[in-house]
């Protein structure tokens, strides 16, 4: 069954350095999504990007975020300059359609910022 | 503002048992709400949606109702298994975007 990949699966890195966080989404999706889960709280929206765009973005997602997809396999999200308050765990997420309510995620990339 | 909640932070249920998880909102304005199982370690996975106006849908094993009067979701599970453990979060979506918008998630316990 396809599925959707995230490396690494936990990432520590000191505040104030730059992460990125990779995932391969489903082969045939073409909506690309972040999400992000601080402990013990709700799942989050961060970013949408369909044909090599951002759809929609939320509050969260400031200038110190940015979506890339650099091929035809791979989504990343990068963190430009990491603070504490960063670590969550985060899900990359995809769906064949607009407007699915059917989104498939990852299992995760957990980011720690010391 | 727009917000999606759920009433209980923990469920326990004896196995073979039926389920119920409830979710409050407040946006009157969406168009999709739907439920999500989060098993320990996984990212969410879709359940079951309904739209909003529907009142009432079936899946396999689960129910989900809508209840627009009080704005009040739920999601019944027949014959609870172990495997039916996890976090369970309410959602919900507009019309035309992609954005889902979680509840706080409800923790279902399933003891044998």
């Known amino acids: 069954e396809p599925e959707v990949t995230q490396t690494p699966s936990h990432q520590v890195t000191q505040m104030g350095q730059e992460v990125i966080l990779r995932c391969v989404p489903i082969s045939n999706h073409l909506y690309f999504y972040w999400y992000r889960q601080i402990l013990g709280q709700k799942v989050e929206f961060l970013v949408s990007f369909y044909n090599n765009e951002i759809s929609e973005k939320s509050e969260i997602f400031d200038d110190q975020f940015s979506v890339e997809r650099p091929d035809g396999s791979n989504f990343t999200l990068k963190i430009r300059s990491t603070k504490l308050e960063d670590s969550a765990m985060y899900f990359c997420a995809s769906s064949l359609r607009t407007g699915e309510t059917e989104a498939f995620f990852g299992q995760g990339t957990r980011l720690t910022v010391v | 503002g727009e917000s999606v909640g759920l009433h209980l932070p923990t469920l326990s249920v004896q196995e073979g048992d039926n389920s119920i998880i409830n979710c409050a909102y407040s946006n009157s304005a969406s168009d999709y709400f739907i439920w999500y199982k989060q098993e320990s370690g996984k990212g969410p996975q879709f359940i079951i949606d309904?739209?909003?106006?529907?009142d009432k849908r079936q899946g396999q094993r689960v129910t989900v109702l809508l209840n627009k009067t009080v704005k009040h979701l739920s999601l019944q599970i027949a014959a609870t298994q172990p495997g039916d453990s996890a976090v369970y979060f309410c959602a919900e979506k507009k019309g035309g975007g992609n954005k889902l918008t979680f509840g706080t998630g409800t923790q279902l316990k399933v003891e044998l």
């Open positions: 309904i739209r909003s106006n529907m």
